[in-house]
């Protein structure tokens, strides 16, 4: 297997990061991916140099998608941030977006509390006062997680079994798609495991330079998710960022023993259920159903090397009518652009693909990504949903 | 089972060609890519030909073919192939809104940042020279800050040349950007994407525009694939632009991409980005799937054809370690000079050929490729672009002349 490589030199300086990167685009302070990533690395190796403009990166990763010499640029990018905030402190936003995991289980104590505390003028205000943006489509707290939901169903008890990892936005804000998943591997004679002592992947704690805390939950993750894949079972998202986090990023940025037995084994759910088909063992019982959609492809899911599954299903399904939007990052970047001075930078760079969304005059778009999800609704006014969602439907369960 | 009917791995010129016209037979097609590649920064004109080994200059592509050697690609095709594969070009670009202009008749010949002229064939609007040859009045428009860009070098070269004794007039255009990076043609072809753009621009070369005037400006006029920002312009004007050739990031390349992703969509091309095609499984002389392997593990498409299309020693399509050449993916024989020595001529800027540019796949007429004594070694599977043998793309300037034709021949036949 091909490991990405850390040697700046690597970079040819050809510009190709630097043309497809979104925020560049947006932002002319920001010097872009190549001086940022590969370049500023050099004089990192060389002395304690710290670019501001690094502070611009949403570790889309539209740089690694676009690189002709597979430098892994935001990593460096995320590497040199983590490297500054070693001795410098984050400030207290950049802690509670970092923290969503630690934030969402205290709210799931009192949910309708907290979702009331979230989006009243006075908490908007406060979080504005932090450097939270007040416009900003902060999520809603579900009125349960997802593991006590998750509890409650009644499985049906199949050979086959596969590990869920729902990830924090599954777990706190949108456990429906999480029950989808469980619905649809159990439609497909699979026993359904989820790890309650799993931890957030981490993504969120990367971007804004919580390395240490970070690779704790790296560990503690792939402890956890590897007596499982020894025992023959793979791992399973349907959060784009938790997978790519817990098959790609985990390699790039942490040394942690046998890592990579776990990454080989993460499957995206439509992928999984792809595989499925191609050995013959999908269940295809699909009723018709009507439904026109358009399909954002998530960066982080682009980037993954394994097409649009989601997409791949979807039109699978008899009724259906989709078409990929294929009009660029959303912008939100995980949580870049709830921060009070990157919204209107997320929101120019989603704004080919809410034009796309608008001219197209469909009302509800599918994507994988929980937050590209919350934009795509804030910025171009539509309903949206996981593509596992229309997928369950079809099974008419 | 999922398959293709093919599988295209390299998602340049010739890929994408390749893919369209794959696609355009009703053919199930994925195109696997890693990295946006060189089309996205280069320069988008597609050269046929512009001077043969030995350095003579080709006035006519077409006459210039029969003075090729036979195992040079454009002659393991044909000139029939060649033509045809211009026409669907020049037709593709007029149906997606983007049209090429020039022929296979004559060399185009476009001014450069440096004042010099540059050969070619099939050019956006943009660049068509045929206004500027008959004008008597030229603008040289550059902008302020804009990196590697200098309107009186462009004049300082031009003016030197036969044809091009005109009254020259330089304008450098105020944008007024802020913030710390340099500035580049891209951003400035987004400035002119907005009408804030179009306006300044307007204002600050009006004064400047004589009846008949032509306006030389680097590549900025619009980051997409159309003609829209030109026509405002030159409407808005009375007068007519034409683009220059510029060093990388070059916006006629990115647009000339983003055409061809647009058409290579709509026919339903599946496109897997970062999928980096590592091997193949084959049976016999035939390859069963495609496997990509990325950092996580390593996954197989099962396919009835391949087309390689993944590039020389600079697209990383043929690697050269120190004691072995080879080809990356299918592990293709690739011929060499056993003595390094030989590889490459010291004289670096006499117009003499590289031998190391010539080195790559042999194929034979349908683009299959074939050991030394001629034979097939995969019988699915067609090579395009520059994984191919028997050119100096940089010394002929016929790059994406090859890649073309290349791809269109390897997508008809599959």
Same mark, same amino acid.
């Given at each position: 297997?091909?490991?990405?490589?850390?040697?700046?030199?690597?970079?040819?300086?050809?510009?190709?990061?630097?043309?497809?990167?979104?925020?560049?685009?947006?932002?002319?302070?920001?010097?872009?991916?190549?001086?940022?990533?590969?370049?500023?690395?050099?004089?990192?190796?060389?002395?304690?140099?710290?670019?501001?403009?690094?502070?611009?990166?949403?570790?889309?990763?539209?740089?690694?998608?676009?690189?002709?010499?597979?430098?892994?640029?935001?990593?460096?990018?995320?590497? /040199?941030?983590? %490297?500054? !905030?070693?001795?410098?402190?984050? #400030?207290?936003?950049?802690?509670?977006? *970092?923290? +969503?995991?630690?934030?969402?289980?205290?709210?799931?104590?009192?949910?309708?509390?907290?979702?009331?505390?979230?989006?009243?003028?006075?908490?908007?205000?406060?979080?504005?006062?932090?450097?939270?943006?007040?416009?900003?489509?902060?999520?809603?707290?579900?009125?349960?997680?997802?593991?006590?939901?998750?509890?409650?169903?009644?499985?049906?008890?199949?050979?086959?079994?596969?590990?869920?990892?729902?990830?924090?936005?599954?777990?706190?804000?949108?456990?429906?798609?999480?029950?989808?998943?469980?619905?649809?591997?159990?439609?497909?004679?699979?026993?359904?495991?989820?790890?309650?002592?799993?931890?957030?992947?981490?993504?969120?704690?990367?971007?804004?330079?919580?390395?240490?805390?970070?690779?704790?939950?790296?560990?503690?993750?792939? /402890?956890?998710? %590897?007596? !499982?894949?020894?025992?023959?079972? #793979?791992?399973?998202?349907?959060?784009? *960022?938790? +997978?790519?986090?817990?098959?790609?990023?985990?390699?790039?940025?942490?040394?942690?023993?046998?890592?990579?037995?776990?990454?080989?084994?993460?499957?995206?759910?439509?992928?999984?259920?792809?595989?499925?088909?191609?050995?013959?063992?999908?269940?295809?019982?699909?009723?018709?159903?009507?439904?026109?959609?358009?399909?954002?492809?998530?960066?982080?899911?682009?980037?993954?090397?394994?097409?649009?599954?989601?997409?791949?299903?979807?039109?699978?399904?008899?009724?259906?009518?989709?078409?990929?939007?294929?009009?660029?990052?959303?912008?939100?970047?995980?949580?870049?652009?709830?921060?009070?001075?990157?919204?209107?930078?997320?929101?120019?760079?989603?704004?080919?693909?809410?034009?796309?969304?608008?001219?197209?005059?469909?009302?509800?778009?599918?994507?994988?990504?929980?937050?590209?999800?919350?934009?795509?609704?804030?910025?171009?006014?539509?309903?949206?949903?996981?593509?596992?969602?229309?997928?369950?439907?079809?099974?008419?369960? | 089972?999922?398959?293709?009917?093919?599988?295209?791995?390299?998602?340049?010129?010739?890929?994408?060609?390749?893919?369209?016209?794959?696609?355009?037979?009703?053919?199930?097609?994925?195109?696997?890519?890693?990295?946006?590649?060189?089309?996205?920064?280069?320069?988008?004109?597609?050269?046929?030909?512009?001077?043969?080994?030995?350095?003579?200059?080709?006035?006519?592509?077409?006459?210039?073919?029969?003075?090729?050697?036979?195992?040079?690609?454009?002659?393991?095709?044909?000139?029939?192939?060649?033509?045809?594969?211009?026409?669907?070009?020049?037709?593709?670009?007029?149906?997606?809104?983007?049209?090429?202009?020039?022929?296979?008749?004559?060399?185009?010949?476009?001014?450069?940042?440096?004042?010099?002229?540059?050969?070619?064939?099939?050019?956006?609007?943009?660049?068509?020279?045929?206004?500027?040859?008959?004008?008597?009045?030229?603008?040289?428009?550059?902008?302020?800050?804009?990196?590697?860009?200098?309107?009186?070098?462009?004049?300082?070269?031009?003016?030197?040349?036969?044809?091009?004794?005109?009254?020259?007039?330089?304008?450098?255009?105020?944008?007024?950007?802020?913030?710390?990076?340099?500035?580049?043609?891209?951003?400035?072809?987004?400035?002119?994407?907005?009408?804030?753009?179009?306006?300044?621009?307007?204002?600050?070369?009006?004064?400047?525009?004589?009846?008949?005037?032509?306006?030389?400006?680097?590549?900025?006029?619009?980051?997409?694939?159309?003609?829209?920002?030109?026509?405002?312009?030159?409407?808005?004007?009375?007068?007519?632009?034409?683009?220059?050739?510029?060093?990388?990031?070059?916006?006629?390349?990115?647009?000339?991409?983003?055409?061809?992703?647009?058409?290579?969509?709509?026919?339903?091309?599946?496109?897997?980005?970062?999928?980096?095609?590592?091997?193949?499984?084959?049976?016999?002389?035939?390859?069963?799937?495609?496997?990509?392997?990325?950092?996580?593990?390593?996954?197989?498409?099962?396919?009835?054809?391949?087309?390689?299309?993944?590039?020389?020693?600079?697209?990383?399509?043929?690697?050269?370690?120190?004691?072995?050449?080879?080809?990356?993916?299918?592990?293709?024989?690739?011929?060499?000079?056993?003595?390094?020595?030989?590889?490459?001529?010291?004289?670096?800027?006499?117009?003499?050929?590289?031998?190391?540019?010539?080195?790559?796949?042999?194929?034979?007429?349908?683009?299959?490729?074939?050991?030394?004594?001629?034979?097939?070694?995969?019988?699915?599977?067609?090579?395009?672009?520059?994984?191919?043998?028997?050119?100096?793309?940089?010394?002929?300037?016929?790059?994406?002349?090859?890649?073309?034709?290349?791809?269109?021949?390897?997508?008809?036949?599959?």
């Amino acid at each position: 297997m091909k490991k990405h490589h850390y040697n700046p030199d690597s970079c040819t300086t050809c510009t190709a990061c630097v043309v497809h990167c979104p925020v560049t685009q947006a932002v002319r302070e920001f010097r872009g991916p190549k001086l940022a990533g590969p370049a500023g690395e050099r004089f990192r190796l060389s002395e304690d140099d710290y670019d501001a403009a690094l502070e611009y990166c949403s570790n889309c990763k539209n740089c690694d998608i676009s690189c002709p010499s597979r430098v892994p640029i935001s990593t460096l990018n995320m590497k /040199a941030k983590a %490297k500054y !905030y070693k001795t410098h402190k984050q #400030s207290l936003r950049d802690w509670i977006l *970092s923290h +969503g995991e630690q934030m969402a289980k205290m709210a799931s104590m009192t949910p309708g509390l907290a979702n009331m505390g979230m989006n009243n003028f006075l908490s908007r205000a406060i979080m504005k006062r932090v450097g939270i943006s007040d416009k900003a489509p902060l999520p809603a707290y579900a009125s349960e997680p997802f593991i006590k939901q998750f509890k409650k169903i009644k499985q049906q008890s199949f050979a086959n079994k596969v590990v869920f990892y729902p990830g924090c936005f599954i777990s706190f804000n949108q456990p429906e798609v999480g029950l989808d998943v469980v619905a649809v591997l159990q439609a497909n004679q699979f026993e359904v495991i989820v790890p309650e002592e799993a931890v957030c992947c981490g993504s969120p704690l990367v971007v804004n330079g919580f390395m240490d805390e970070a690779e704790a939950n790296a560990r503690k993750n792939v /402890a956890i998710l %590897k007596k !499982y894949v020894e025992l023959g079972y #793979s791992v399973i998202t349907a959060c784009t *960022s938790c +997978g790519l986090m817990l098959k790609q990023e985990y390699q790039e940025l942490f040394e942690i023993n046998e890592q990579e037995r776990v990454a080989a084994r993460i499957y995206d759910i439509s992928e999984f259920l792809l595989e499925l088909y191609d050995e013959g063992r999908l269940n295809t019982n699909f009723v018709k159903q009507a439904g026109r959609y358009l399909y954002h492809a998530p960066c982080h899911l682009r980037v993954q090397g394994i097409g649009r599954p989601g997409l791949e299903l979807v039109k699978m399904l008899p009724g259906i009518e989709v078409t990929d939007a294929d009009a660029g990052c959303c912008g939100i970047s995980g949580n870049y652009g709830f921060k009070d001075d990157k919204y209107d930078i997320a929101m120019s760079v989603g704004s080919n693909l809410f034009e796309t969304i608008k001219a197209s005059g469909v009302t509800s778009v599918l994507s994988e990504c929980g937050t590209c999800r919350l934009q795509i609704a804030h910025g171009a006014k539509v309903k949206t949903a996981h593509p596992i969602t229309i997928v369950r439907k079809a099974y008419g369960i | 089972m999922r398959t293709s009917d093919v599988i295209v791995i390299g998602g340049g010129l010739a890929g994408l060609t390749a893919a369209i016209v794959a696609a355009g037979r009703g053919k199930e097609v994925t195109l696997m890519t890693s990295g946006a590649g060189t089309l996205a920064i280069g320069g988008g004109t597609i050269d046929m030909l512009g001077y043969l080994e030995d350095n003579t200059t080709v006035y006519s592509p077409r006459d210039g073919l029969g003075r090729l050697a036979e195992d040079h690609p454009y002659s393991k095709v044909g000139s029939q192939v060649m033509e045809d594969a211009v026409q669907f070009f020049l037709t593709m670009c007029k149906e997606e809104g983007f049209a090429y202009t020039g022929s296979m008749d004559s060399t185009q010949w476009l001014p450069t940042a440096v004042g010099t002229l540059k050969p070619s064939c099939l050019v956006p609007l943009t660049m068509d020279i045929s206004l500027l040859k008959a004008a008597n009045h030229v603008v040289v428009a550059g902008f302020s800050r804009l990196k590697d860009y200098f309107p009186e070098l462009v004049i300082k070269g031009l003016s030197k040349l036969p044809g091009y004794q005109k009254e020259y007039e330089k304008v450098v255009i105020e944008t007024g950007f802020t913030g710390g990076r340099d500035v580049t043609t891209l951003d400035i072809a987004r400035w002119l994407d907005t009408a804030a753009g179009q306006q300044a621009c307007y204002e600050q070369l009006g004064k400047h525009i004589k009846p008949g005037s032509v306006v030389i400006i680097p590549p900025v006029l619009g980051s997409r694939p159309n003609y829209d920002v030109r026509n405002k312009l030159e409407q808005a004007l009375s007068c007519k632009f034409v683009e220059t050739v510029i060093m990388p990031t070059a916006i006629t390349g990115l647009r000339l991409r983003a055409m061809l992703l647009n058409r290579a969509k709509k026919l339903g091309v599946k496109i897997m980005e970062q999928a980096h095609a590592a091997w193949a499984v084959k049976d016999g002389s035939r390859v069963m799937s495609v496997v990509t392997s990325n950092i996580d593990r390593e996954r197989a498409y099962s396919t009835q054809a391949v087309i390689l299309a993944t590039g020389g020693f600079f697209g990383g399509g043929i690697v050269a370690d120190p004691d072995t050449v080879h080809e990356a993916v299918l592990q293709l024989p690739v011929e060499a000079p056993t003595d390094r020595e030989e590889w490459g001529t010291l004289k670096l800027f006499s117009g003499a050929a590289q031998p190391f540019a010539k080195i790559g796949i042999k194929v034979d007429s349908s683009l299959r490729p074939v050991d030394a004594q001629g034979k097939v070694l995969l019988e699915n599977v067609y090579i395009a672009g520059r994984n191919l043998a028997g050119y100096d793309y940089c010394l002929e300037k016929s790059g994406n002349g090859v890649a073309l034709v290349t791809g269109y021949k390897a997508g008809l036949t599959c």
